[in-house]
């Protein structure tokens, strides 16, 4: 348990009153915040509320999919009960139509019930770090204490710096400090006590305290968001329903059931991570993902899951590529987040390599980038890889970098565009990991791909996917067509029959050559 902060302003009343103001933390275990203001609360006899803020401008700013909106107000119910039934705390969940109005709601929420402290866990991106400075200026004037603990990280942003106190701007050596202080720390988790309760918040109409409350605002908004997003015609070659459907299958609610996830991938598969990792049809990865991203589990946990199962395994020096590996994923996590606190213009889409935001001449090509998004590039890897995020709100990890790629050096297409279509569609969107996978992609990026290493996607489908069992599943109508003719693209040229059908199969032919727009990257990278 963090030991700062402790002397809290308590002038209020005889039982003062805290606020705990849940954001991408949506979970009791391990969370940093509310692990602090319950220990505060049960040391100074104070009662503790808490408040969740459904923030539409906001999403629609992030380019928040739908599934992860879907996945966030499926959450909260559960996270209600377990905050009522373990910590006798109560959820208040508002919908704020305007990002500002969190604020000026915190303000009335303070005054009506005269709460002295309001406790949250940090956000590093633009808008959210603009909103909290404008709460921190409003409740300047007041005797209201606001206070964000670092949380989202296994270790905050700006511990993990070069001898001059700088950020890392390559991985590696980062990855070996990080990893040297935490085998040298002993993290903590950091669990809430129950607090002895009788807060009831005095709150507006918008506002649903019952759990029944919370489903219905929640489904009501989901509705609304879906209604504006088909509104921007800009999803049209999506099934938003199915999309919905198949995500509730596949990401069931709750921090119960991300624990579980972790707990099965742990026991069953981070043993062959090294190898399977890359091989999509597996699904051999954790797919923990879309629960981190909104909280639902804490990243400490997963590092020391991993940590006793390497200990378990392998004993106590023990030392495994497997485990090794998945635990340098989440320091991967972990150094995007580090990097966006270090950069901060990058939510602003900024290069990260400025000197590539005038230097390259970037496609805008409005049909090239519908091609790519729905699937019909006529490369089989990519096209399987795009129809799975389409239909699933999910793609593995290899296939975002070969996607990445094809979009920024084969159609040399702005990478932004393609950073925000992923964000509109994934449901483990998260601007700092999406922003770190698409810049490292685009060659713009700290620490990315060099610009002359360009993926094939051809040889990518024979390496990874080698008897074409995720490119047939996602694209059934080339079920009977050979594995071997399907990585390659001189066979693929060679069977097409003319008007861009392959045989008697709708499947069009390439949209690019690779070998050419391969150089045509390369040249335009090197001018200048
Ligand atoms: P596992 O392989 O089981 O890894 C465990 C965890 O480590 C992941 O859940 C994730 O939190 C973290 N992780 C793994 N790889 C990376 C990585 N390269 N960068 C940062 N963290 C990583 N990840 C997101 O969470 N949200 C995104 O929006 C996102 N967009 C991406 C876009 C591109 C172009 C690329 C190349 C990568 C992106 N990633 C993103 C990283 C990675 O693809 C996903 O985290 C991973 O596929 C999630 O699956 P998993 O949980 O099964 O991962």
């Given at each position: 348990m963090p030991k700062d902060n402790q002397n809290l302003n308590n002038s209020h009343a005889h039982s003062p009153h805290y606020l705990m103001w849940f954001r991408r933390d949506l979970r009791i275990h391990d969370n940093t915040a509310l692990a602090a203001i319950c220990e505060q609360a049960n040391a100074q006899g104070a009662q503790v509320s808490a408040v969740f803020f459904l923030t539409p401008e906001q999403w629609q700013a992030h380019d928040t999919s739908l599934v992860q909106v879907d996945h966030i107000a499926r959450t909260l119910p559960l996270l209600a009960k377990a905050l009522q039934n373990q910590l006798n705390i109560t959820l208040n969940v508002h919908l704020c139509p305007s990002f500002t109005d969190c604020v000026s709601t915190l303000s009335t929420l303070c005054k009506d019930n005269d709460i002295s402290c309001i406790m949250a866990n940090h956000e590093y991106e633009g808008n959210e770090i603009e909103r909290d400075e404008q709460l921190t200026k409003q409740l300047a004037q007041t005797d209201i204490d606001f206070i964000r603990w670092h949380d989202q990280c296994i270790l905050p942003p700006?511990?993990?710096?070069?001898?001059?106190d700088s950020m890392y701007k390559v991985f590696t050596p980062f990855y070996k400090k990080w990893r040297h202080t935490l085998e040298v720390s002993n993290m903590q988790m950091h669990e809430a006590a129950a607090v002895n309760n009788k807060a009831k918040l005095k709150t507006s109409k918008s506002s649903a305290s019952t759990i029944k409350g919370i489903e219905k605002l929640s489904k009501e908004t989901i509705s609304n968001y879906q209604k504006t997003l088909q509104d921007t015609g800009l999803l049209a070659h999506i099934d938003m329903d199915a999309q919905l459907e198949h995500a509730r299958t596949a990401y069931p609610a709750g921090e119960d059931a991300a624990r579980q996830r972790l707990s099965t991938f742990i026991a069953d598969d981070i043993d062959n991570y090294d190898v399977s990792r890359d091989v999509p049809s597996l699904h051999a990865t954790s797919q923990i993902s879309a629960y981190l991203t909104i909280g639902a589990i804490s990243p400490r946990l997963c590092y020391l899951q991993a940590s006793k199962a390497q200990e378990k395994l392998h004993g106590n020096d023990g030392d495994n590529d497997d485990i090794n590996r998945w635990i340098s994923e989440l320091a991967w996590r972990d150094f995007y987040r580090h990097v966006l606190v270090d950069r901060p213009d990058l939510i602003r889409h900024k290069a990260y390599k400025e000197e590539t935001d005038t230097k390259i001449n970037w496609s805008y090509n409005q049909d090239d980038f519908e091609t790519w998004c729905s699937g019909r590039t006529g490369v089989p890897l990519i096209d399987a890889a795009m129809r799975c995020l389409n239909a699933t709100g999910f793609m593995h990890n290899r296939l975002r970098m070969v996607t990445a790629m094809f979009l920024t050096?084969?159609?040399?297409?702005?990478w932004r565009l393609g950073e925000r279509y992923f964000m509109q569609q994934l449901i483990d969107g998260d601007f700092a990991s999406n922003n770190g996978g698409w810049q490292w992609s685009a060659s713009t990026g700290t620490d990315s791909a060099p610009y002359f290493r360009i993926m094939n996607p051809f040889s990518q489908g024979k390496t990874h996917d080698p008897e074409a069992i995720f490119i047939k599943t996602w694209l059934p109508e080339l079920k009977g067509v050979p594995a071997n003719l399907l990585h390659s693209e001189d066979k693929i040229r060679q069977a097409l029959a003319k008007g861009g059908k392959f045989a008697d199969v709708d499947y069009p032919l390439p949209m690019v050559e690779h070998k050419a727009a391969r150089q045509l990257a390369i040249t335009e990278f090197k001018k200048g």
């Open positions: 700006q511990t993990i710096t070069t001898n001059d050096k084969d159609l040399l297409i702005d």
